[in-house]
Nanobody, 115 residues
Framework: QVQLVESGGGLVQPGGSLRLSCAVSGSIFSFDDMGWFRQAPGKERELIARITRGGITNHADSVNDRFTISRDVAQNTVYLQMNSLKSDDTAVYYC?????????WGQGTQVTVSS
């Protein structure tokens, strides 16, 4: 079973930046797409960004001009660069990988934006 391991979360001040990483134990090309989700306390899990096997990306409107999803194929790693962080971005961030037969989640990494 392929595993996803997120890292890079932590405490950051408003306006700061973080880069999250999602390391895939297999090939990222095994999946049709990979994405980042987040879940804040008391709220539903929401999609933040996706990248397809072909490299096409899309981002939620709420983060479109601040967050960027990317990947390193050689490292089998997907990234989420987060800039201009706000308190509303505080959440657990999850990596996700989808194919016709699999829908895999990482364990999540906490991001807290606070002064």
């Amino acid at each position: 079973q392929v595993q996803l391991v997120e890292s890079g979360g932590g405490l950051v001040q408003p306006g700061g930046s973080l880069r999250l990483s999602c390391a895939v134990s297999g090939s990222i090309f095994s999946f049709d797409d990979m994405g980042w989700f987040r879940q804040a306390p008391g709220k539903e899990r929401e999609l933040i960004a996706r990248i397809t096997r072909g490299g096409i990306t899309n981002h939620a409107d709420s983060v479109n001009d601040r967050f960027t999803i990317s990947r390193d194929v050689a490292q089998n790693t997907v990234y989420l660069q987060m800039n201009s962080l706000k308190s509303d971005d505080t959440a657990v961030y999850y990596c996700n990988a989808r194919s016709l037969t699999d829908n895999i989640w990482g364990q999540g990494t906490q991001v807290t934006v606070s002064s």
